[in-house]
């Protein structure tokens, strides 16, 4: 049973990107690839949903990127639903099916990246409007 895990876990390193460091210890690694641990870990779990919280922040641009290609690599292979709460809406738009916005804790708008990216109320709530604007000037 050991062995297998063990073998389930070289697996789960290796889609995750993190093989070539199976056998150091997560205190040697850089940022980007401590917080990749982490995912990886969630997947030993074997999870049919998964939820991500922030899973770039404090990332550089290239270990963002590289996330980005994990939950990609992730989400093909292993055919899971994730949920992810991000503020970063370029990595939202590319990772996402479905968008839920909330503003101020209130769902404003849902749909596809494409639909939400242009709903009045969205542009509204993060961008402000013309008349938002003049009365703050």
Do not use: W
Not at 51 to 71: C, F, H, K, Q
Request: charged share 30%.
């Amino acid at each position: 049973e050991q062995r297998a895990h063990l073998a389930r876990a070289r697996e789960i390193a290796e889609l995750t990107g993190l093989g070539h460091h199976f056998d150091n210890p997560v205190a040697l690694l850089s940022y980007g690839d401590r917080k990749r641990v982490e995912f990886a870990r969630a997947l030993c779990l074997e999870p049919s949903v998964l939820l991500l919280d922030e899973p770039v922040a404090g990332m550089n641009a290239a270990e963002r990127a590289r996330t980005v290609e994990v939950v990609h690599a992730v989400r093909a292979e292993l055919g899971l639903s994730v949920v992810l709460v991000e503020h970063d809406m370029g990595l939202v738009m590319r990772l996402a099916d479905e968008v839920t916005v909330l503003d101020f804790g209130r769902a404003i708008a849902h749909g596809t990246p494409d639909e939400v990216r242009g709903d009045p109320e969205v542009l509204r709530a993060y961008l402000g409007t013309g008349a938002e604007q003049e009365d703050a000037a």
